[in-house]
């Protein structure tokens, strides 16, 4: 089947601007992962979903990034007043399980490639 | 804290050389080690993972194999080809309980010359 796909693939946004990020999961993945990658460096996570609930949001820089999965499938990661460090890759990942396997695998999406100027 | 710890980049080889890239770990309890690979212009995606100590993981001719003793899971491939080129990224996820967050070394970019 389709994997996870991400939308836009590119955004550039001004400095100060909402932006608003989409994931779509492959369908019936219980667990959804939101990374950051920076330019030159590895992905870093930002916040678990496993359905609608979120779980761990521990990686959410500031209190401008805030993510939602309402219906626990497609996901939204929104960050307000998008400032220069924000620039980055935001990568969306799913599992078809949670809690359990270590070893379960995650897809990953393409990326949103994110540019403030 | 957990991490993962990779050689730096760029490892320039020609075609059919051997290829290692090393990764080492520090984490907590019993993680899974895994290898994600990073085509230009595409996302992740899984190349191999090892679930426990001594576990060989392999895939399109790479192998790497967790080695607790020296909490190490290096990338090999005997005969590297041009389509190798990509950046790599070794990772770890907890094992037991907890969700399953993934903690990513920096990656290593590898670029394969005819």
């Known amino acids: 089947g389709a994997g996870v796909s991400q939308s836009p693939r590119y955004k550039v946004a001004k400095r100060g601007q909402d932006v608003a990020l989409r994931c779509d999961p492959i369908s019936g993945h219980v667990s959804l992962f939101w990374y950051q990658q920076a330019l030159g460096q590895g992905p870093e996570f930002l916040t678990y979903?496993?359905?609608?609930?979120?779980?761990?949001k521990s990686g959410l820089p500031s209190d401008r990034f805030f993510a939602e999965r309402p219906e626990g499938s497609v996901s939204t990661l929104k960050i307000q007043r998008t400032q220069q460090e924000d620039s980055a890759v935001y990568l969306c990942a799913s599992s078809r399980i949670s809690g359990q396997g270590a070893g379960e695998t995650q897809y990953f999406g393409p990326g949103t490639r994110l540019l403030v100027l | 804290g957990n991490s993962v710890t990779q050689m730096e980049g760029p490892v320039t080889l020609s075609e059919e050389a051997f290829l290692t890239i090393n990764c080492t770990y520090t984490a907590t309890g019993y993680p899974s080690l895994f290898w994600y690979v990073q085509y230009p212009g595409e996302g992740l995606q899984l190349l191999l993972k090892?679930?426990?100590?001594?576990d060989k993981g392999s895939n399109k001719g790479f192998e790497a194999t967790y080695r607790k003793e020296t909490t190490s899971f290096h990338l090999e491939k005997g005969s590297v080809q041009v389509s190798d080129s990509a950046v790599y990224f070794c990772a770890l996820r907890r094992g037991n309980t907890g969700f399953q967050k993934l903690v990513f070394g920096t990656g290593t970019r590898l670029l394969v010359s005819p």
């Open positions: 979903f496993q359905n609608e609930a979120q779980l761990d």
């Open positions: 090892a679930t426990k100590a001594d």
